[in-house]
């Protein structure tokens, strides 16, 4: 098996991408598996080389180890570019200039991100050098047929992407969006295990349907639960949750750190959402 642990540089990593870190490590070596280190940085001028020097050292302080380089989502923008143009060839992509307030004032539905979009630009005329991409998810789905899932934890899943709506899938700001880089590079990476927070379940639904349309292998997930604080909102670094260089750089035992985070020990005023995962 192989899997693996993709974080953004767009920020520091905290406890929250360490358990992450850790469950795709001991996940694959309890397995005799791969894990794999890839850095998803298409994020724009938010995407910093400061941050992946970083990364490289809590990873070490913690005491993980990963197969390989690093890989680079940058190093592959030519192939979301071909996997856009195969989907627009099929009649399945559509421009679309709307903005998030134009949306939210629009919609009717709410799905996982928010207000669910309306199909506004689906049969309109726009002239598509300054519009995103989004994917005709019903159109979509009549291609694909039913499909299914599988999640350790949570079994077979049919796949509803509908909830979404129509998604965006080539931004106009970056070369794609999290959902058609993912897919891609997971497939290419030969990922066998998707490792990631619950708070990604629901995307999972969307990544099944692009692997039908695009001929893509199909992996296993493994969602696990997240770090929440008090207030139940997730461990987020632009919350200015304390950050692995500071407490590396602080003299703190990283592998004490991880060690605790395997057994569920966590510092005052943070928990687990839905129970700990350990891996198998």
């Not at 360490?18 to 280190?37: M, N, P």
């Not at 696990?224 to 750089?249: C, N, V, Y």
Request: net charge negative.
């Amino acid at each position: 098996m192989r899997t693996r642990f993709a974080p953004s540089p767009n920020g520091p990593l905290h406890l929250g991408h360490a358990y992450a870190a850790i469950v795709a490590h001991d996940t694959a070596k309890a397995r005799d598996g791969e894990f794999i280190l890839r850095i998803e940085d298409i994020d724009g001028d938010r995407s910093r080389a400061q941050f992946v020097a970083e990364f490289l050292l809590d990873l070490a302080w913690l005491g993980l180890a990963w197969d390989g380089e690093a890989v680079f989502q940058s190093h592959r923008l030519a192939s979301f570019s071909e996997a856009g143009e195969r989907l627009n060839a099929m009649g399945l992509l559509y421009p679309c200039t709307c903005t998030r307030a134009e949306i939210a004032a629009a919609a009717t539905q709410f799905g996982p991100d928010g207000p669910v979009y309306p199909g506004t630009c689906r049969h309109r005329e726009i002239d598509p050098r300054n519009a995103a991409w989004r994917l005709d998810v019903g159109k979509a789905m009549a291609l694909a047929g039913p499909l299914e899932w599988l999640d350790e934890n949570a079994g077979l899943k049919t796949a509803t992407p509908q909830i979404f709506g129509d998604v965006v899938l080539l931004r106009k700001d970056l070369p794609a969006s999290y959902h058609l880089a993912a897919t891609l590079d997971d497939a290419t990476d030969g990922i066998t295990l998707v490792t990631r927070g619950m708070d990604l379940f629901p995307a999972s639904h969307v990544h099944r349907l692009l692997q039908a349309l695009l001929d893509l292998p199909v992996p296993t997930w493994l969602h696990h639960p997240l770090l929440i604080e008090a207030d139940g909102r997730k461990l987020a670094k632009r919350r200015g949750a304390p950050s692995l260089a500071d407490r590396r750089r602080a003299g703190e035992d990283g592998h004490a750190i991880a060690e605790a985070l395997r057994n569920g020990v966590l510092p005052a005023g943070l928990s687990f959402s839905q129970g700990v995962h350990h891996a198998p």
